[in-house]
């Protein structure tokens, strides 16, 4: 049963110009140790940045209300998943928790990139 839908579009040159204007202080408040040091590898990081900031407004955007409120940019963190598709992993306890309350057991997530755009899109899926 599906507990929650997100999507969200960011323009690439957006988060660029966050990175440039507010460099480690945005990326730390935003970004987990190893989506930085993932993302900081690529040839084009503020692409990576820019995909894993959409997935994370879309799960945030799937949530239930309940759990938003225990939610924040790095409750989460972008992984990839199997055949490199992206992957959601919950960092907080209290996040988890609460997900696990609301009955939601599963994320799936994925994200596309297109010139200046990337995509987010978040699918939560009951208990399995």
Not at 53 to 70: G, N, T
Not at 114 to 121: D, H, W
Request: a positive charge; proline letters at 3%.
């Amino acid at each position: 049963m599906t507990k929650g839908i997100g999507v969200d579009v960011v323009a690439i040159e957006r988060i660029g110009e966050m990175i440039r204007k507010h460099g480690d202080h945005f990326l730390n408040k935003v970004f987990t140790p190893a989506e930085i040091e993932y993302c900081g590898k690529k040839a084009k990081p503020e692409i990576h940045f820019a995909g894993r900031w959409a997935a994370k407004e879309a799960f945030y955007k799937a949530l239930p209300r309940d759990c938003q409120k225990v939610s924040g940019w790095r409750s989460v963190e972008i992984v990839r998943g199997e055949s490199a598709a992206p992957a959601i992993s919950v960092c907080s306890v209290l996040l988890q928790e609460a997900m696990d309350k609301c009955g939601i057991g599963r994320c799936l997530a994925s994200i596309s990139h297109e010139k200046s755009v990337c995509v987010g899109m978040v699918v939560m899926d009951g208990a399995l």
